[in-house]
T-cell receptor
């Protein structure tokens, strides 16, 4: 079993739709959680960190459920520019992103 | 602020040849990572340096891959001899020791082994 698992998709949604991605992790000692975005043939970039209390950044909301070892990302009012691969990342270090493990990503295509 | 620099951007070699990739992290970042990303997969950690010491190289195929960060700044990743399955993008990332966990990636070095 992979340490971090994501539904690969692809998710094809119309503009304005709400879409949710899920991620599960197997190592209960994991302490830090992130979502990264990767555009086609580009490097990954941090989208947002994920906290137990949940956090929101504009149209994006991330949630963490430690008991179920589950992370989610919700995108509201999807834009064409949201089309990308979303990578779930789980780290065992609290600081300096120690030993980060990436999922294989979920691909989102937003269509007009 | 300059980002993570990597070179070369593209490299095509034949199997059994050798190749080296170079990375210069963001100034002041103590931690440097090399990741391998195969098409359709997420990045896989090969090696992590803290200053010039190795923190984790458990997934580095040491019979053919080597990496060094001699002065705690830039780093080199070498593959010798290359295999077909080494075709991938090699991503270098850095982070500050006391950072909130963000990894800053370079644009990557795309390797094709024929």
């Amino acid at each position: 079993r992979k340490e971090v698992e994501q539904d690969p998709g692809p998710f094809n949604v119309p503009e304005g739709a709400t879409v949710a991605f899920n991620c599960t992790y197997s190592n209960s000692a994991s302490q830090s959680f992130f979502w990264y975005r990767q555009d086609c043939r580009k490097e990954p970039k941090l989208l947002m960190s994920v906290y137990s209390s949940g956090n929101e950044d504009g149209r994006f909301t991330a949630q963490l459920n430690r008991a179920s070892q589950y992370i989610s990302l919700l995108i509201r009012d999807s834009k064409l520019s949201d089309s990308a691969t979303y990578l779930c990342v789980v780290a065992r270090g609290r600081t300096n992103a120690g030993k980060s493990t990436f999922g294989d990503g979920t691909t989102l295509t937003v269509k007009p | 602020e300059a980002g993570v620099a990597q070179s070369p951007r593209y490299k095509i070699i034949e199997k059994r040849q050798s190749v080296a990739f170079w990375c210069n992290p963001i100034s002041g970042h103590a931690t440097l990572y090399w990741y391998q990303q195969i098409l359709g997969q997420g990045p896989k950690l090969l090696i992590q340096f803290q200053n010039n010491g190795v923190v984790d190289d458990s997934q580095l195929p040491k019979d053919r891959f080597s990496a060094e960060r001699l002065k705690g700044v830039d780093s080199t990743l070498k593959i010798q001899p290359a295999k077909l399955e080494d075709s991938a993008v090699y991503l270098c990332a850095s982070s500050s020791f006391a950072g909130a966990g963000e990894l800053f990636f370079g644009e990557g070095s795309r390797l094709t082994v024929l």
